[in-house]
T-cell receptor
């Protein structure tokens, strides 16, 4: 069974607008970590944001924030004031047994 | 801090030969290193987990005799693709973890087998 599901293969957003990428996951654990990684054309994996499940407060990193709904097992990423440099593949990931398991990714296009 | 260096970035080898990919943690000691494989336009698939000084743990479906992993020190793990064939052509990425929940990725290696 797939642990991490990203239902949006591709999304587009106008520059300076806000976009939300969806992610759901499946786990029976109560404490775990979730991540959003960005993979630009260079293919370097870049950590965007990390959320610890026991923390109620949603993680925020500058223009990037998450909406973590533990009961619903949902972990969406909001990008505010989208910039051209945000264009990339975005992977939602779950830490299980010391291993990071990735979703299939969402390709984000930024429209100038 | 937390830089992982992966070499080579690109390699082309002939079918039937072996190729080695190195993954080094430059400014921290990596207790665990991970190797992923990424096909074009797909996600990263975990191949194996390696801990310093012990045998690697391979994910289901990954041939341990084809993908040899050595983690001889706390800063170096190597992946050797033995008797490479065109279907082994892919993008290989390593990741290293220190004592904390911090996973750093290398820049990847594009392997082409001709």
């Amino acid at each position: 069974a797939q642990t991490v599901t990203q239902s949006q293969p591709e999304m587009s957003v106008q520059e300076a607008e806000t976009v939300t990428l969806s992610c759901t996951y499946d786990t029976s654990e109560s404490d775990y970590y979730l991540f959003w990684y960005k993979q630009p054309p260079s293919r370097q994996m870049i950590l965007v944001i990390r959320q610890e499940a026991y923390k109620q407060q949603n993680a925020t990193e500058n223009r990037f924030s998450v909406n973590f709904q533990k009961a619903a097992k949902s972990f969406s990423l909001k990008i505010s004031d989208s910039q051209l440099g945000d264009a990339a593949m975005y992977f939602c990931a779950y830490l299980r047994d010391d291993k990071i398991i990735f979703g299939k990714g969402t390709r984000l296009h930024i429209l100038p | 801090g937390a830089v992982v260096s992966q070499h080579p970035s690109r390699v082309i080898c002939k079918s039937g030969t072996s190729v080695k990919i190195e993954c080094r943690s430059l400014d921290f000691q990596a207790t665990t290193m991970f190797w992923y494989r990424q096909f074009p336009k797909q996600s990263l698939m975990l191949m194996a987990t390696s801990n310093e000084g012990s045998k690697a743990t391979y994910e289901q479906g990954v041939e341990k005799d084809k993908f040899l992993i050595n983690h001889a020190s706390l800063t170096l793990s190597t992946l050797t693709v033995t008797s490479a064939h065109p279907e082994d052509s892919s993008f290989y990425i390593c990741s290293a973890r220190a004592w904390t929940v911090q996973y750093t990725f290398g820049s990847g290696t594009r392997l082409t087998v001709v």
